[in-house]
């Protein structure tokens, strides 16, 4: 039984055309997750952070631990 | 292959990684917007047969047209290995005959239907020339 002759031109093109739209698609779709994963809530974490965030209390809290040269607790 | 298709914003990127593999269906040298002559399938086999059919051919000739046919997205016409197989013949090359029937089956990649048919195509000839096949020799496995 003889064998029928198959395609054998532009076979690379045809792979390429199909994969690569969705090779750049899937990258899109990854950077976008990363963005939206971990990047936003990210950023909203610090922000949440620093929005009630005392400043001069923590620097009078880090002041008694004694972790700066420039000031010494106080009553010292 | 009509290129307008890709002319939209987020693939013109695409269009011209596709216009610089030489994978476009059919014409081999093609670009949208050329208005050079395009090569077809047959003339462009026809060209080859030549090449490989020139009597006088050298080795160096010999490997420079194998490793250029090699180059394209395509896997060669049986017409167009016989007569590389034949200029082998020509330049007592059994190594390079049995290293083309290799490179072939290589180029076919995950196609495994184009071996197959290509050593049926050209039984005849293997067995005029006396070249054994890969598998003949047990050089298909490792």
Known sequence: MSLAKPAMRGLLGKRLRFHLPIAFALSLVAAAAFKYGVTEPRKQAYADFYKQYDTTKEFNNMRDAGVFESVRPTGE | ?142
């Open chain 2, 1 to 142: 292959m009509h290129c307008g298709k890709y002319i939209k914003s987020q693939t013109v990127k695409l269009c011209i990684v596709v216009l610089h593999i030489d994978g476009i269906r059919s014409p081999l040298a093609s670009r949208c917007y050329s208005h050079a002559k395009v090569e077809t399938d047959e003339e462009f086999d026809a060209r080859w047969v030549t090449y490989f059919s020139k009597p006088d051919i050298d080795a160096w000739e010999l490997k420079k047209g194998m490793n250029t046919l090699i180059g394209y997205d395509l896997v060669p016409e049986p017409k167009i290995l016989d007569s590389a197989l034949r200029a082998c013949r020509r330049l007592n090359d059994l190594a390079s005959a049995i290293r083309i029937l290799e490179a072939v089956k290589d180029k076919s990649g995950p196609h495994k239907d184009i071996y197959p048919y290509l050593i049926q195509e050209l039984q005849p000839t293997l067995i005029e020339l006396g070249i054994s096949t890969p598998e003949d020799l047990g050089m298909d496995k490792l």
